[in-house]
């Protein structure tokens, strides 16, 4: 028998699964180049990653690591909200 904390994991990573798929689709019908698509997945994980390091393994960060993070942030709404046009 899974106890509350296992099922409520196993929830959370449904819903995670689920979410990240339907971001994914979005990104392939809004961008077209599989560059960007890549660049902007790999910021989604190291946002992802920071998020869980502080808020369930209460990690600490420093000044260097939060410039990253801010500026993986600023790279990532550039992205979303300036898409590269095609043109050819």
């Known amino acids: 028998m899974l106890t509350y904390t296992q099922i409520l994991t196993l929830l959370v990573l449904a819903c995670f699964t689920v ?5 994914f689709f979005n990104l392939e019908k809004n961008f077209n180049t599989p560059f960007v698509n890549n660049i902007l997945l790999k910021a989604m994980s190291i946002l ?3 998020l869980v390091g502080y808020f369930i393994f209460e990690e600490t960060y420093h000044g260097g690591h939060l410039l990253g993070i801010c500026l993986t942030v600023a790279g ?6 300036n898409p590269i046009e095609n043109k050819w």
């Open 48 to 50: 992802a990653l920071f």
């Open 76 to 81: 990532f709404v550039i992205l979303l909200f």
């Open 19 to 23: 979410v990240s798929s339907h971001m």
